[in-house]
């Protein structure tokens, strides 16, 4: 076997697409736990928006001139985010994942990023075995929660979409509980109409890039995150990501009907700030 790496192309959005929902449906399958990516289309359609979207950088493993794994960095802030490595389930165990997670960190360094951050699905031993062996740390333990929408009024608080005239301030609030803004992100947010901020008075005091797997979500306190939960009309993807070790946001969600899918380890390299505040990550982190 001889293993080449290329950038990803949008070329390549059908066939990463399927080595995708190849690669979570046999894990999943295996452990009796739901798919991330349940059918073929959602694979492709991530990976399309990946491989096309300029804020990504992207990286295909070739056998052959055979596509058969592929990883992608979010660039779009000071601290990148990695998503996961897929090979096919013909392919793995052959090295092919630590290829591209080893070419990923390469470029975050050469690049300068002071940290990289990941969440890994617990189920998944060998995943967890990679990121640690590539020297990632434990950080904490998330809960990725779905169910119907909270319909429920957060008292001192109003939730309405984001605009552009938020983005300083939301900035700066993401600074205050993380240490670094994630301003591409919410850049993304309002151009894509996914973006909601809350408001206590006339401060705003949270906001989030979308609820669901995609999104993250800051705030000064619980109510603030609770209330952008309850302002959203859909939580997309398997579901939004909860840090566990917030009881009081995680009890919040499943004493409103929604329910623990599976857990995700979040790991980071470099630079890592406690969170200041409340928080929901993204896939991306």
């Not at 096919?88 to 990923?104: A, E, I």
Request: glycine share 12%; net charge negative; hydrophobic share 35%.
């Amino acid at each position: 076997m001889t293993i080449k790496l290329r950038p990803g192309t949008p070329a390549d959005a059908e066939t990463c697409g399927q080595i995708i929902f190849d690669a979570f449906s046999a894990i999943s399958s295996q452990l009796n736990f739901p798919s991330d990516f349940p059918a073929h289309e959602v694979g492709i359609g991530v990976a399309s928006m990946l491989l096309s979207h300029p804020g990504f950088y992207s990286v295909v493993a070739e056998d052959d001139g055979i596509v058969v794994g592929s990883n992608f960095l979010d660039e779009r802030c000071s601290v990148a985010g990695l998503g996961h490595v897929t090979v096919s389930p013909t392919q793995q165990n052959s090295g092919v994942g630590r290829r591209l997670m080893q070419h990923m960190l390469d470029r975050a360094e050469e690049r300068g990023y002071p940290g990289v951050r990941l969440l890994q699905s617990t189920y998944h031993s060998r995943s967890l075995a990679l990121y640690a062996s590539t020297n990632f740390d434990v950080r904490g333990i998330c809960s990725v929660v779905q169910g119907p929408q909270v319909r429920e009024q957060v008292p001192g608080r109003t939730v309405r979409a984001i605009t552009s005239a938020d983005l300083d301030r939301c900035n700066r609030l993401c600074f205050r509980i993380h240490g670094h803004d994630r301003s591409g992100e919410v850049g993304d947010s309002v151009q894509q109409g996914m973006g909601l901020v809350v408001e206590s008075g006339d401060r705003i005091t949270g906001y989030t890039t979308g609820i669901g797997f995609f999104g993250h979500s800051v705030g000064e306190g619980n109510d603030d995150v609770k209330a952008l939960i309850a302002g959203s009309t859909e939580y997309s993807g398997p579901g939004l990501i909860v840090p566990a070790r917030n009881t009081d946001l995680l009890r919040w969600c499943l004493n409103h009907d929604l329910r623990i899918v599976q857990n995700m380890t979040l790991m980071t390299i470099g630079l890592y700030n406690e969170p200041q505040g409340a928080w929901l990550p993204s896939i991306l982190m």
